[in-house]
């Protein structure tokens, strides 16, 4: 038994090198009798990318002639080293993996097709954001800054404050609506409420901002701006993406962590308390991370519902707040003249922002890699 | 076998009388009538879907959290109904533990949490030495604790199968119930646990009342006192109790035609 594991482990450290090991392939050599061959025809590893260079270099060639252009270039590319090396396939190792060949590179293709936008979009924030992203940038608000110069302090701190606050409503409302539709609803109200979280998760952005004002309105009269206007706007937004995100993640919770705490005579609510949300946390987190991520760039319920304002005002409660966001829209929608300084300082905000998500998304998996499931 | 099982304590009586169990509408075990022996072990055996899972959570009111289930008949424990009205299934779950056809340690618990589990959950205030005396106890009941004393902070995931289910065996007792169900707990083991858990089994009856479903004759002629044999007559028709004897009986001279071909592996 145990020489036979060890034997095993031994041939996967060699395979796992990428070599046979030596006697396996001198039988294989030696083999004359009639059993079935495991081992097929193989191209080269380099083949397939040896093809698409060879099929790019030569595409660039005939465009070059016809006129230039990348998208036509990657398309034409991409499409004859397919139909190449699917044929090549086919001759040298059968349909089968010729077969697996051309799925890999549809797959790979679209997945690249994919991540296009991506990284350009980062590209383009990055590279056109750095123009002005200095030590002034956060150390300054706009405050009687006109043209060059000024800051996006105000707005940063307008843009945490208000996420942050959404943030602190929905995220336990969100969860907790989530255990009372998984763990205690039960027929006709849970099918009707789960319908209209779904309807919810579909309503405009702008919609939702219409609604926090419309509320505010009622109680402090028109023209009413505050920062957590915005920040119920968001939340009407956000409730709905973690409730489904919170109830997908209690679905996979296995029945029998929860039979398995009910059978020790632990109560119901201590069982989801202590058993199915630390068992989901990791989801539940990175849920609530994707709906922070949806939100914390909203512009249009912003506008109409915490304005515009030059200053750093950490008081929700107490009168206008700027966000990035709405920053970056009125810098590149009105700038003044020269526009370069507001155009540079819209581009600024906008890889600030960028950043501030990624921080953020870091921190989630710090917190759920510390307190999530422990598999080791 | 082991030295955490030297002192005997009595454990509890089980009377059941005119159990019928329901799954909404279907009818899923009809009458059962017995009486289950304090301190021994009883098996149930029959063929699938004769209700024996059924029964087995009926008796620590595990049934009724399926939607829609429901009992009638009565489940005296030590004297008290556990199905009277105002009888809270929480505290009848205190008493009675149970151990599951597949381990299941919680996944965010160490070992040593996993043991403490029910403690913990319940939060009764325990001193740390005091969970600990607890722990070391209820692992070396379950014949685990030289397997996992160096390591009792490592994950409960990180054990094997067999060691997940003694863990969870361990879990069950450190609440220290009085009847302990287990439903078919060696079917994801091979034979050396097997023989292990059997051998727990035949410690565990000292403190405890103990009822086992099996599909292992073997297993059930070995390590029970009594077998309770369920079956059904047709598919479609509720599961009933067809014969409780001592376990010699049941496998050398059972009364009934059914229990004996079944034991004897003659079916239908
Ligand atoms: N959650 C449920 N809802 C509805 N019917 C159920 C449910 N669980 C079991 N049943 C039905 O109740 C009957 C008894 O099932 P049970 O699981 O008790 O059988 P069993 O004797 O434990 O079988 P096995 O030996 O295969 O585990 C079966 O007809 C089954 O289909
Ligand atoms: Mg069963």
């Given amino acids: 038994m145990r020489e036979r594991a060890t034997e095993r482990e031994r041939r996967y450290e060699v395979e796992r090198d990428g070599r046979e090991p030596e006697d396996e392939r001198g039988r294989e050599a030696g083999t004359t009798d009639a059993r079935t061959p495991l081992v097929g025809g193989s191209l080269p590893r380099w083949g397939p990318w040896a093809v698409f260079s060879g099929v790019t270099a030569a595409v660039a060639g005939v465009l070059s002639v016809l006129g230039f252009n990348v998208a036509l270039l990657a398309v034409a590319s991409v499409v004859l080293t397919g139909a190449i090396i699917y044929g090549w396939a086919r001759a040298v190792e059968g349909r089968r993996k010729a077969t697996d060949r051309a799925i890999t590179i549809a797959v790979s293709s679209a997945f690249a097709l994919a991540l296009t936008p991506l990284i350009s979009l980062l590209f383009t924030v990055t590279s056109r954001g750095l123009a002005r992203f200095d030590v002034q940038l956060f150390t300054e608000s706009m405050r009687g800054v006109l043209g060059e110069g000024g800051g996006i302090q105000h707005a940063i701190v307008g843009t945490l404050v208000i996420t942050g606050v959404a943030t602190a409503a929905s995220v336990p409302i969100g969860i907790m609506a989530a255990i009372y539709l998984h763990e205690y609803g039960r027929g006709r109200l849970k099918r009707a409420l789960t319908f209209f979280v779904d309807v919810m998760t579909g309503i405009p952005s702008i919609v939702a901002g219409l609604f926090a004002y419309a509320l505010f309105v009622l109680i402090y009269g028109p023209g009413i701006r505050l920062g957590v206007m915005g920040a119920v706007a968001l939340s009407v937004l956000m409730i709905p993406i973690v409730v489904r995100s919170t109830e997908e993640m209690l679905r996979v919770v296995p029945n029998g962590l929860r039979e398995a705490s009910y059978a020790l005579g632990v109560p119901k609510w201590r069982t989801i308390v202590k058993v199915v949300l630390p068992t989901s946390f990791a989801g539940i987190v990175s849920g609530a991370m994707i709906a922070v991520a949806r939100i914390i760039g909203e512009t249009a319920p912003l506008l109409i519902t915490t304005g515009v304002f030059n200053s750093v005002n950490f008081n929700p409660f107490d009168g206008r707040m700027e966000n990035l966001a709405v920053f970056a829209y009125n810098e590149y929608a009105t700038p003044g003249i020269p526009n370069e300084p507001y155009i540079d300082r819209a581009w600024a905000a906008a890889l600030t922002l960028l950043l501030i998500v990624m921080i953020l998304f870091f921190v989630a998996r710090l917190i759920s890699a510390r307190f999530g499931v422990k598999t080791r | ?268």
């Avoid at chain 2, 490592?154 to 450190?174: E, F, N, T, V």
């Avoid at chain 2, 994801?188 to 410690?203: F, K, N, R, S």
């Fill in chain 2, 1 to 268: 076998m082991t030295t955490a099982t030297a002192s005997a304590t009595e454990a509890k009586r089980v009377e059941v009388s005119d159990l019928d169990i329901y799954y909404g509408s279907f009818h899923a075990v009809k009458s059962v009538t017995m009486t289950i022996q304090p301190n021994k072990v009883t098996a149930i055996i029959g063929s699938s879907g004769c209700g024996k899972s059924t029964f087995l959570r009926s008796l620590n009111r595990m049934h009724e959290l399926v939607e829609g289930a429901r009992v009638e008949g009565s489940v005296i424990l030590d004297g008290q109904d556990i199905y009277a009205a105002d009888v809270d299934s929480v505290m009848v779950r205190r008493q009675v533990g149970m151990v599951f056809q597949n381990p299941n340690p919680f996944p965010t618990m160490s070992i040593g949490d996993n043991v403490a589990a029910g403690l913990r959950l319940n939060s009764r205030k325990a001193k740390k030495d005091e969970l600990d005396e607890i722990v070391e106890r209820s692992l070396r009941g379950a014949n685990l604790w030289e397997e996992v004393k160096e390591r009792l902070d490592r994950p409960g995931s990180s054990l094997s199968g067999g060691q997940q289910q003694r863990l969870c065996i361990a879990r069950a007792i450190a609440v220290q119930p009085e009847v302990l169900l287990m439903d078919e707990p060696c079917s994801a083991l091979d034979p050396v646990a097997t023989l292990a858990i059997e051998d727990l089994i035949g410690d565990l009856k000292n403190n405890y009342t103990i009822v086992i479903v099996t599909h292992n004759m073997q297993q059930a002629a070995r390590a029970s006192d009594f077998t309770a044999f369920f079956n059904l007559e047709n598919s479609g028709d509720p599961g009933q109790l067809v014969e409780l004897d001592r376990t010699d009986t049941i496998f050398s001279n059972p009364e009934n035609k059914a229990t004996e071909d079944y034991v004897s592996g003659r079916f239908g």
